[in-house]
């Protein structure tokens, strides 16, 4: 596996790949690797030639207060689950490639982006769409890996890619879980035990909103109260940030379940803050 650093020699590699014929496959991560990231490498390998994995903390994704400086990371570690998985690149950049001291040019789908996690992460979105764009632009892959744990993530990128016709197909991954249900997210390294020994309720409640669907409940305010009586009782450690009943495709909130839906949430336990979402239907 080659180790990248400048934006130009990921260029001009991929630029070769292309023009052997070969297809280039991106999955980009912020790295501190679990068997999610693993999961999306192993997708990736199936899907083409080239696999270019992209390590890079995104400094304009975090707000102010967040966690930038803190995120974890272990790039050795890292680069040798992505070796393990299949990557032939692993581009690890540092931030003044990426973004030149007068950089000027952001993407951002506004309406989508305002939602869910846009509430209290006002400019996430906006560091997502431009940092992808710059990673789409840099290999033209022809197809990029995410998670579906980043649902409204997904759902933006994919707006953003149809509405800018970028040459490349977005691919979703299931979420991977931990025995107990807990989404896996790198983040899970702040829980205390006391918190992370609660943490699988999140889950736990949406899945039971899920199986009130499946008994042919269609009305967002009953799942919802259903879940939060749930965590009432048994995540006492998490604050609500938000829970809602959305169209899956445009995000928009929904009230009576007629198409594809989804339950999102985002809860935070002490340092924490989790994310997790479930198709209802
Ligand atoms: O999901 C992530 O890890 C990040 O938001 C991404 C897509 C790598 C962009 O920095």
Avoid at 129 to 154: E, I, P, R
Wanted: proline share 5%; net charge negative; hydrophobic share 40%.
């Amino acid at each position: 596996m080659q180790i990248i650093k400048t934006a130009k020699e990921l260029s001009e590699t991929c630029r070769q790949w292309h023009r052997e014929g070969k297809s280039v496959v991106l999955v980009p991560t912020m790295g501190y690797y679990h068997e999610g990231h693993a999961s999306l490498m192993d997708k990736a390998r199936t899907l083409g030639d080239k696999v270019v994995v992209s390590l890079f903390v995104n400094p304009t994704q975090f707000g102010p207060n967040e966690d930038y400086a803190s995120y974890p990371r272990d790039l050795e570690r890292d680069a040798a689950i992505a070796g393990e998985h299949g990557a032939d690149l692993l581009f690890t950049p540092e931030p003044s490639e990426l973004y030149a001291p007068d950089a000027a040019t952001w993407v951002e789908v506004p309406e989508m982006s305002n939602l869910l996690c846009g509430i209290t992460r006002p400019i996430h979105f906006r560091g997502v769409c431009t940092v992808c764009t710059k990673l789409f632009m840099l290999t033209q892959a022809d197809y990029a890996v995410f998670g579906d744990k980043d649902w409204q993530q997904q759902a933006i990128l994919r707006r953003m890619v149809r509405d800018l016709f970028y040459p490349v197909q977005i691919v979703g991954v299931p979420i991977v879980r931990a025995e107990d249900g807990l989404a896996l997210s790198s983040r899970n390294v702040y829980l205390t035990e006391e918190e992370r020994a609660q943490a699988p309720e999140i889950h736990r409640a949406l899945d039971y909103a899920r199986t009130m669907v499946a008994h042919g409940e269609t009305k967002a305010s009953a799942l919802k109260d259903a879940v939060l009586r749930r965590w009432a009782s048994k995540l006492p450690l998490g604050r609500l940030d938000y829970l809602q009943v959305i169209d899956s495709n445009s995000l928009a909130q929904v009230d009576e379940i007629t198409g594809p839906a989804t339950m999102a949430c985002a809860v935070k336990m002490g340092k924490a803050r989790l994310i997790d979402n479930i198709r209802l239907n």
